[in-house]
């Protein structure tokens, strides 16, 4: 069964702009660079020819990627439920160890903004925020196998 990605269809109407604009004006641009090269003679130690086709292969790559993700993609509606926390909740925790409240914004993984405090539903703290009710008391597991308790403040 394949994997599913949950966006917005806002992240999914940027995702296939994004697919668009690579597959056929970046890939093109990289054909005319790769021809260009050639043009130049001698690939064996021609820098420029393989700098064109590193950066096709990423490009490549980047289309693969995008084309799985939205052929898997799950679309979340808009859901204005306050009551349990569900991807596109905003959600204020307090975390008793640092004394300090954060809120966090729950997203698919293809929209997860770490730096913005968006975070993937699939994320330790995403996974155990899913479903809790404020007030509730959630333990987040961490990768290297701690834990850490979280109490949900708010949810919006």
């Given at each position: 069964m394949a994997e599913k990605f949950y966006m917005t269809s806002e992240a999914k109407a940027k995702a296939e702009e994004r697919l668009k604009y690579l597959t056929t004006v970046k890939r093109q641009e990289i054909i005319e660079r790769i021809q260009e090269a050639r043009s130049h003679g001698d690939l064996s130690e021609n820098a420029e020819y393989d700098a064109a086709r590193n950066e096709q292969a990423t490009n490549e790559g980047e289309i693969?990627?995008?084309?799985?993700?939205?052929?898997?993609a799950e679309v979340i509606e808009?859901?204005?439920?306050?009551?349990?926390?569900?991807?596109?909740?905003?959600?204020?925790?307090?975390?008793?160890?640092?004394?300090?409240?954060e809120t966090?914004?729950?997203?698919?993984?293809?929209?997860?903004?770490?730096?913005?405090?968006?975070?993937?539903n699939e994320s330790p703290v995403g996974?155990?925020?899913i479903?809790?009710?404020?007030?509730d008391?959630?333990?987040?597991?961490?990768?290297?196998?701690?834990?850490?308790?979280?109490?949900?403040?708010?949810?919006?």
């Amino acid at each position: 069964m394949a994997e599913k990605f949950y966006m917005t269809s806002e992240a999914k109407a940027k995702a296939e702009e994004r697919l668009k604009y690579l597959t056929t004006v970046k890939r093109q641009e990289i054909i005319e660079r790769i021809q260009e090269a050639r043009s130049h003679g001698d690939l064996s130690e021609n820098a420029e020819y393989d700098a064109a086709r590193n950066e096709q292969a990423t490009n490549e790559g980047e289309i693969l990627e995008l084309s799985y993700q939205l052929k898997n993609a799950e679309v979340i509606e808009e859901n204005t439920d306050t009551t349990v926390v569900h991807i596109g909740s905003k959600v204020t925790v307090y975390d008793p160890d640092l004394e300090e409240c954060e809120t966090y914004t729950i997203r698919g993984t293809t929209e997860a903004d770490p730096m913005h405090n968006i975070i993937s539903n699939e994320s330790p703290v995403g996974r155990a925020l899913i479903g809790r009710k404020t007030g509730d008391k959630t333990k987040v597991l961490t990768p290297d196998g701690q834990s850490y308790e979280l109490e949900i403040r708010a949810i919006e």
